[in-house]
């Protein structure tokens, strides 16, 4: 059984940064593959960042830039840093495991996620 837990998120000004986190324990592998996703009201999950155990990261377009994905395998714990937050990243985010990912060419469908984490709002007011 795997669990992740998150942390961080919150309110910020546009402009702003946050940093989210997310602790997995139980059967969890450094081969894993984690990323964030977020949800909006009333709009499917999307992808907004992802990393494999050889290092290859992917993000979202509208991310590009201004997030930063990264994993301290030690700690068994994901990071997303936010950066110039927008009003338009307001969502709930969620990190997500699976080990059937080896290297990222693309940020991989929420389908292909095993593990969740509990969701954070992150809200940004311009």
């Known amino acids: 059984q795997v669990q992740l837990v998150q942390s961080g998120g919150g309110s910020v000004q546009a402009g702003g940064s946050l940093r989210l986190s997310c602790v997995a324990s139980?059967?969890?592998?450094?081969?894993?593959?984690m990323a964030w996703f977020r949800q909006r009201p009333g709009s499917e999950r999307e992808g907004v960042a992802a990393?494999?155990?050889?290092?290859?990261?992917q993000y979202a377009i509208s991310v590009k830039g201004r997030f930063v994905i990264s994993k301290d395998i030690a700690k068994n714990t994901l990071y997303l840093e936010m950066n110039n937050l927008k009003p338009e990243d307001t969502a709930m985010y969620y990190c997500a495991r699976t080990n059937n990912i080896n290297t990222l060419r693309a940020l991989p469908p929420a389908s292909l996620f095993d593990n969740w984490g509990q969701g954070t709002q992150v809200t940004v007011f311009s």
């Open positions: 990393i494999a155990l050889d290092g290859t990261v």
């Open positions: 139980g059967r969890t592998y450094a081969s894993d593959c």
